[in-house]
């Protein structure tokens, strides 16, 4: 059969990125467990995935996109097994560049405050990786759930505070012989509100967390700060970018606040 | 051109509903000002609209829907016009039944609590007819934001209680010679949550609604229970659904109640 | 602490449903191998559950829904639990009905036509059982992909016809002494396309896809009307919903066609 | 009362961006009708904004944006309006960069290709503009939907060939003394299809459109370098970057292609 694809093109045109998006499948991704053990997660994941495409050729051979991700997705994946799989698209698509991103639901089990009740938390997580001629970048993301209260509000009033989940969104990148794990990461996102948000409260886990809000009251400037102060100082990580999102109790629209930081050693 | 959807089909099956969807199209919609005047505002809709199949046909006119649309787009909609609408569908598609649902994005002017500064809030609203025969039906629904207090975060804190933004869901029918406008029912939603939503706060607004929200806690149940006596103390309303979901601050995931009631005269 | 929830209520009012939602959670459901052997898989699923609540009681025990999910979640899932799991949140709770929806991701392993070649699709599908009074039922959900080929656009046109994605949703029940598994469900849904939806396509595969399409057009009547066939000769079914959206690639909206049946034996 | 927000910060960190997000407001937007003349459309939109917030400063004055809306939400926007917008947010604010972005629904009427009908089709467009201190740049955005037929499916099948709904996002800037309409942009856009997408089609219609897309086939790797082609020919424009996604019909997944190109007159 005739192989359109590998036929030439005369539009001149190099393509930056084509491939394939909204692919549903299981993977398998490295997790760190209390006390530092290591294990993995089967988690459900949509892939998006693409390479460059030379001004010769017609067009790129979508299925081997899919073939790629049947041989990783049993793998235990963590940040340089996305490396390895982005050599191995471009070899096997012949060309020189190569994207993937995995968006994946990551539970972790967290305890109440008081009770100590556990259970599972879930968070919006992504691994994207970039393989740009030489060049390999591998980001880290997450979407954090956290509780803010209004110090405008709480000053004003006699008594109580609006307060509302408020959503983190935070991505990383950090040098490819160093590593964070997901775990550490939100840890570090969720000290950061008013409160942190739990799966399972108990009557006295309640009562500690609307406290701890009304005596920690912060604006998503307040938030951000924190997380800018904690990411900046954190000497593995030489890119951030943050985006928190306070979905208003008082109003049907957020309030949100954002930044992002190149440090000195990524180009 | 030979007509397919005219064909005989020989499955011998009546097909319920068969139409369009998400179709994104400007509406005329009748409102109600201030003061009880009338006028009319211009608002995105996306319709669903469908007509039964008797099992002789093997497919309808889907171009026909559009044109009907097309036809309607220009007039005042009020409940009224949506039956003859229906009658239109019924005869230009030659059905027995026919279906139409109009999602709008209705704009309300309000004024905050005390510094009375006006701005305006959006509603997803709609409006939904069903010709069943001789039997027409004609459906108002509205998604109102609320606030709401939790009492038992209230009760057990030395200070402070969680709060958040709920959604009030409420679907209603009534008999075709009588009328409830959208602003009617919207404000007497309203009025059940701890405190009410806004666009616009000023700081001595934001005091005022948040002592409001703290003075009135409310459950999920309660706001749902004083929805469900306004809605049956109302003797026009024949029909009746509301849904409330409470996006918990201090969890990741929501709370809600529902309550669907018909009432003696609704069959 | 003071239980605000089991103060007594004044407004007279029995709260149908009230619980939680859009909780997510891995829940690990029983499945069918080919061949017929039984295994498991580890499912990403949301939760939404909920009791009825006594007009005596101002609230429900938001924290014992969750506390349920837990004891739950590490089970082999199929119907029979979900009765079991109701009776459960009706003692644990004290209310007289319990319901349960558990939508979730499933992959089912697909052999490209002529190749072979095996790859997973993903379905989006739920379990959903309600328990009212003594009456149980159990609802099975799936969300299936297919091709739809116009027969119109065939018969009009010298050569081609638009073709596109469709998506049919079904949702069934059966007695509680029954089972039919998700696997024969999508497979008797997925034959009634124009042709079938895969993840893995070589060259071969696409030109067998593309002519059974072009040899097999059909309406989303056609469909409809095959898949209510198939599903009223079931004689274990008793009661089924289908709706089928073709998202056309003629225009920027869907067509669609619906249908409901309750068998006899359904009440 | 305090004003919170006024008080000093100590920690010493400019924020780039804080502000309002999903604020839904009614828009003026100056539209190019059919012989050249301008007049207006009414339109739904989404607002998002922010200002930069100096070190010192605790927190922004989120009720100035909704007040900002409020005054210009009756004008006739277009590029022009924005950057005076920037400007009085900047300084209601204080601030040193300000940031806008209206997400609206837009109607423009079409014509069907035989049988000359006329109806509308919608597109979501948006408006971005950044002031960043002296430095204006102004976005125009658009999500255009079209009809690609394989060419690979077209070459080996002895019949028929895969189609399906593609959607092209477009984002362009130009300097702000040039001016390009939403009119223009998509239509160009629509012309790169294997066929174009319309609201309204009768028979006659139906046939060209099949028969043109077959007579067209092109990947998305084709639409893109198409696309590319007319926006670097255009002298006018300074950026832009373009993603077309084509919801596969044979697949469950979609397949895209991305190009970003910063002209040299583009800093």
Same mark, same amino acid.
């Not at 995935?49 to 010769?56: A, D």
């Not at 990580?237 to 928190?244: K, L």
């Given at each position: 059969m005739n192989d359109v694809q590998n036929q030439t093109d005369k539009r001149n045109i190099d =393509?930056?990125?084509?491939g394939v998006k909204d692919v549903?499948?299981?993977? #398998?991704?490295?997790?760190?467990?209390?006390?530092?053990? =290591?294990?993995s997660q089967r988690v459900y994941a949509k892939a998006k995935?693409? #390479?460059?495409?030379?001004?010769?050729f017609k067009g790129t051979h979508m299925s081997r996109f899919i073939e790629i991700l049947n041989d990783y997705r049993k793998q235990n994946l963590v940040g340089v097994d996305i490396k390895k799989m982005l050599h191995d698209m471009r070899e096997r698509l012949g060309s020189k560049n190569a994207y993937v991103k995995f968006d994946f639901k990551y539970f972790i089990k967290k305890n109440a405050p008081k009770s100590g009740l556990e259970a599972l938390m879930c968070y919006d997580c992504y691994f994207e990786g970039i393989l740009d001629e030489d060049d390999y970048k591998f980001y880290l993301g997450a979407k954090v759930p956290i509780t803010t209260?209004?110090?405008c509000s709480k000053e004003i009033s006699d008594y109580g505070a609006h307060n509302q989940r408020a959503i983190v969104k935070v991505k990383i990148s950090y040098p490819e012989d160093k590593h964070i794990w997901l775990e550490d990461l939100i840890k570090s996102i969720e000290k950061t509100g008013s409160s942190e948000v739990y799966s399972l409260l108990k009557r006295e886990d309640?009562?500690?967390?609307?406290?701890?809000?009304?005596?920690?009251?912060?604006?998503v400037?307040?938030?951000l700060r924190d997380i800018v102060l904690e990411l900046q100082n954190n000497k593995i990580?030489?890119?951030?970018?943050?985006?928190?999102e306070a979905k208003e109790s008082i109003h049907n629209h957020n309030a949100w606040a954002y930044q992002k930081t190149?440090?000195?050693n990524f180009s």
């Open positions: =393509i930056q990125k084509v549903e499948i299981p993977l #398998v991704i490295q997790r760190k467990l209390n006390g530092g053990k =290591i294990d995935m693409s #390479v460059s495409l030379n001004r010769e209260l209004c110090p309640e009562k500690a967390v609307t406290e701890r809000a009304y005596e920690n009251p912060k604006f400037e307040d938030v990580i030489n890119f951030f970018e943050v985006e928190i190149c440090k000195e």
